[in-house]
């Protein structure tokens, strides 16, 4: 059985995979002219657009969301540690092509990055410290 912390950071992975994954499939172009939203514009000021670039994207964020829900629904330790790894191989490595590039930012998009992708990061890493009762 998982804990209820588990349980919740499966929650949010999947809950931010889920918007990810959807917006970047289904709207490409919209995802890549204001993703995060907010008036902020994280992809667009990297390159120019590429729609298999995206799509690519928004499918590795469904199938890590796919696997955060089945995590969360079998609640076997695991499953959440799998889960976890997979998140965080993914979040690392994201996370390390943003700090290396933080230079095309202002000040409050750099804190804004290292946050959120930091974020899922520690997240990710915590469904690998006892993931179970």
């Not at 918007?19 to 890549?32: D, E, H, L, N, Q």
């Not at 008036?39 to 199938?63: F, I």
């Not at 959440?80 to 191989?89: D, T």
Request: charged fraction near 10%; aromatic fraction near 10%.
């Amino acid at each position: 059985m998982t804990t209820r912390i588990h349980q919740a950071i499966l929650l949010i992975l999947a809950g931010t995979g889920a918007i990810v994954g959807v917006w970047a499939t289904g709207w490409p172009k919209g995802f890549y002219d204001a993703f995060p939203g907010f008036g902020r514009h994280w992809v667009s000021m990297d390159g120019p657009y590429n729609e298999h670039l995206v799509r690519d994207v928004g499918a590795a964020y469904l199938a890590l969301t796919v696997l955060a829900f089945y995590a969360l629904r079998k609640a076997l330790p695991e499953l959440v540690r799998a889960a976890g790894a997979a998140w965080l191989v993914f979040g690392v490595l994201h996370l390390a092509y943003h700090v290396g590039h933080l230079g095309m930012c202002g000040t409050t998009d750099k804190i804004l990055n290292v946050v959120a992708l930091g974020g899922s990061v520690v997240l990710a890493a915590a469904l690998l410290v006892r993931a179970c009762d």
